[in-house]
Antibody, heavy 118, light 108 residues
Framework: QMQLQESGPGLVKPSETLSLTCTVS????????WSWIRQSPEKGLEWIGY???????RSNPSFESRVTISVDTSKSQFSLKLTSLTASDTAVYYC????????????WGQGTRVSVSS | DIQMTQSPSALSASVGDRVIITCRAS??????LAWYQQRAGKAPKLLMY???GLQRGVPSRFSGSGSGTEFTLTINNLQPEDFATYYC??????????FGQGTKVEIK
C-alpha cells in the first residue's frame, strides 16, 4: 500500500523560501503525476504543481515563477520549493499522487502545516 | 482557468437522508471530474473519478453523475461517518487543475 509523507519546517519567515519533501513508500514513481496541493481557509484547496515520472513539471500560473518541483527517484522523494513567501502562503501543504491516464488524486499525504511569520 | 462552483456551501441532514451536492464548471470538462471527502483534520479522500466511477473501497451509497458543466454527488442513506466536507475537482485542463470551494455536510 503506497503511502506519502510530507516533511519540512512548520514556520518560515516572510521573503524566505519554503522547502518541503514528500517521501513515497510502498510503490514506484512510474506513470504518475506527483503533485503539491495546499489548503487555506481563504483560498480553499489550491493545486500548486506536479512533476511527472518522466521529470516534466507544470505549475499553477497563479504562483508565477515561485515554484520549483524536483524528484530524487533514488530516495523515492519529490520536493517543493516556494520562494518569496508572504503571510498568504500560510496553509496546510499536501503531497498527492494522480494517475497518468486519469489524474484524480488517489493517494494523499497527511499534510504539513506551514506558517509564514516573522 | 476553469472555475468550479459547488452548491450548496453547507447543508444539514440527518442519518438516513439522501444528500445531493452540485458542482458546476465554467466551461465543459466532459467527464473529467473527481469528488473528494475531507473529514476534520484529515487529508481529502478520493470518492469518485470520471464523474461516476466509484473509487475502490468507497461505499456504494456514494454515486456521481453528470457531464459537460453540471455534476452531482449523491449520498444515499447518510451515515454518521459521512458528515464531512466534499469537494469537486476538474482535471480536464491544466494548468491549473482546480477545485470547488467545498460543501460541508452537517448533522441536523
Amino acid at each position: 500500500q503506497m503511502q506519502l509523507q510530507e516533511s519540512g519546517p512548520g514556520l518560515v519567515k516572510p521573503s524566505e523560501t519554503l522547502s518541503l519533501t514528500c517521501t513515497v513508500s510502498g510503490g514506484s514513481f512510474s506513470s504518475y503525476y506527483w503533485s503539491w496541493i495546499r489548503q487555506s481557509p481563504e483560498k480553499g484547496l489550491e493545486w500548486i504543481g506536479y512533476i511527472f515520472h518522466s521529470g516534466v513539471t507544470r505549475s499553477n500560473p497563479s504562483f508565477e515563477s515561485r515554484v520549483t518541483i524536483s524528484v530524487d527517484t533514488s530516495k523515492s522523494q519529490f520536493s517543493l520549493k516556494l520562494t518569496s513567501l508572504t503571510a498568504s502562503d500560510t496553509a496546510v501543504y499536501y503531497c498527492a499522487r494522480a494517475g497518468g491516464f486519469r489524474p484524480a488524486f488517489d493517494i494523499w499525504g497527511q499534510g504539513t502545516r506551514v506558517s509564514v511569520s516573522s | 482557468d476553469i472555475q468550479m462552483t459547488q452548491s450548496p456551501s453547507a447543508l444539514s441532514a440527518s442519518v438516513g437522508d439522501r444528500v445531493i451536492i452540485t458542482c458546476r464548471a465554467s466551461q465543459s470538462i466532459s467527464g473529467s471530474l473527481a469528488w473528494y471527502q475531507q473529514r476534520a483534520g484529515k487529508a481529502p479522500k478520493l470518492l469518485m473519478y470520471s464523474a461516476s466511477g466509484l473509487q475502490r473501497g468507497v461505499p456504494s451509497r456514494f454515486s456521481g453523475s453528470g457531464s459537460g458543466t453540471e455534476f452531482t454527488l449523491t449520498i444515499n442513506n447518510l451515515q454518521p461517518e459521512d458528515f464531512a466536507t466534499y469537494y469537486c475537482q476538474q482535471y480536464a485542463a491544466h494548468p491549473p487543475w482546480t477545485f470547488g470551494q467545498g460543501t460541508k455536510v452537517e448533522i441536523k
